[in-house]
């Protein structure tokens, strides 16, 4: 089984773009993350047959970090095996969220937590009229489920121009009664 990618499978196996997606390429059409990403897939796709059978709709990457957007239809598939985000993370050196094409902020959201759950989303305004999103996550260790909160914040600023903001349970309960 091929995954489909933003270019050609056999680019990303060989690593040497076609004219056509090279062309892409220069017009912006697609972006070396989705390269990146879609040679890490390609690879990975021997060894991890759930790989194998899905569609990579593009890939943002933030300083060494990565979000990667498959259908929404493969997310189940791309959560049953444990071992494939790190996997991903080996091949791309970086940390890797996986997360579902085509949802609004919340399902994207969700799906950058996973599998921590995501108990709050909330709109922060701020005094210059800009705004942040706030996500309020279980206490627990959180930080280790996620993943370091700052290059998160990055990553999800560049797929989705969301200014993420991430507070546990117990620190906005803590400012809630101080
Ligand atoms: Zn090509």
Redesign the pocket.
């Known amino acids: 089984m091929q995954p489909k990618l933003p270019?050609?499978y056999?680019?990303a196996r060989t690593g040497i773009?076609?004219?056509?997606?090279?062309a892409r390429l220069r017009k912006g059409e697609v972006t070396g993350a989705d390269v990146e990403a879609a040679k890490a897939v390609a690879q990975l796709s021997d060894r991890i047959p759930e790989l194998g059978r899905v569609t990579l709709r593009r890939a943002f990457e933030a300083n060494g970090s990565y979000v990667l957007e498959f259908e929404q239809s493969d997310m189940q598939a791309l959560r049953s095996n444990p071992l494939l985000q790190s996997e991903l993370e080996g091949a791309l050196k970086g940390k890797v969220w996986l997360v579902g094409a085509g949802g609004n902020d919340r399902r994207f959201l969700e799906d950058v937590f996973f599998p921590a759950k995501v108990l709050t989303v909330n709109t922060v305004w701020l005094p210059d009229g800009g705004k942040k999103t706030k996500v309020i996550v279980p206490a627990r260790r959180s930080e280790r489920r996620i993943g370091d909160f700052d290059k998160l914040r990055e990553a999800v600023k560049q797929a989705r121009g969301i200014e993420l903001l991430v507070e546990t349970e117990r620190e906005a309960a803590a400012k809630l009664y101080s």
């Open positions: 270019v050609c056999f680019d773009l076609c004219a056509n997606c090279e």
